[in-house]
């Protein structure tokens, strides 16, 4: 082989590899802490945060997104453009809706591309801390016998700065309130909601209770209640 010929095929060596290690590659942060989160305004409206969160092609081949999968509905992420040219960069745009309770909550996005790694997933945080919570969302009763009363409680603890008045409501015929007809909430010091029902009945029951709060965007929370019933037995057996 000539040395012509040589450098001739070295140099097609040379770029065969630089074309098969040519690739795409998607860069963006595994993960977006809102941090702390108090909603604002009613609890009944849909309450959600947002982000911007880059994307960028950092290889040197086309990239392309060829979907994004949120886990669960309470989250959308509609990307703002699906094909990458080297260097190029994007966005996903991230709703979270908010959960109606407190606490810490964490959910995931994954994005599919065709690049060697093939789905990236992005983690979303945040700690959500309402004014008014609910120890929670629903009543539970405790095992009960149909014609005798059975009873269910729920604790409400506030975060605001000033007492807050609240008193239960029954919606249901026969539901009735045990606890005190109004009872004043201080900041960290929960109270307890009692409430008392008499299944007609064996079987499931549902019942609704209403609590009125002097707390603004909070004036009332709805709760349901949930228990079942065994049949009540007779004398002498």
């Known amino acids: 082989m000539t ?43 849909v309450q959600s ?4 969160i880059p994307i960028k092609n950092i290889g040197d081949k086309q990239l392309v997104i060829t979907s994004v999968r949120p886990q669960c509905g309470c989250t959308t992420a509609p990307i703002e453009k699906d094909t990458l040219r080297p260097g ?25 591309a065709n690049d060697s790694v093939g789905s990236h997933v992005l983690q979303l945080r945040a700690e959500i801390q309402r004014p008014i919570q609910l120890s929670s969302s629903f009543l539970g009763f405790n095992a009960g016998v149909a014609g005798q009363p059975t009873r269910a409680t729920v604790t409400v603890n506030t975060f605001v700065d000033r007492p807050v008045t609240i008193r239960p409501v029954p919606l249901t015929d026969g539901l009735r309130v045990v606890s005190a007809a109004t009872m004043t909430s201080e900041k960290g010091k929960p109270v307890t909601v009692e409430v008392e029902y008499v299944p007609t009945k064996k079987g499931s029951f549902t019942v609704q209770l209403k609590l009125e709060t002097s707390l603004e965007n909070y004036e009332t929370i709805e709760l349901t209640g949930y228990g079942a019933a065994a049949e009540a037995k007779s004398d002498g057996k």
């Not at 979270?96 to 606490?103: E, Q, R, T």
């Open 3 to 45: 040395k012509t010929r040589a450098l001739m095929f070295i140099s097609f060596v040379s770029l065969a590899t630089a074309v098969a290690y040519a690739q795409p590659r998607l860069q963006m942060p595994p993960e977006h802490n809102w941090g702390s989160v108090t909603p604002e305004g009613a609890i009944t409206n």
């Open 88 to 112: 190029e960069e994007t966005a996903m745009n991230v709703t979270l809706n908010l959960p109606a309770g407190s606490g810490k909550i964490s959910k995931y996005v994954t994005v599919f």
């Open 49 to 52: 945060v947002k982000a911007r």
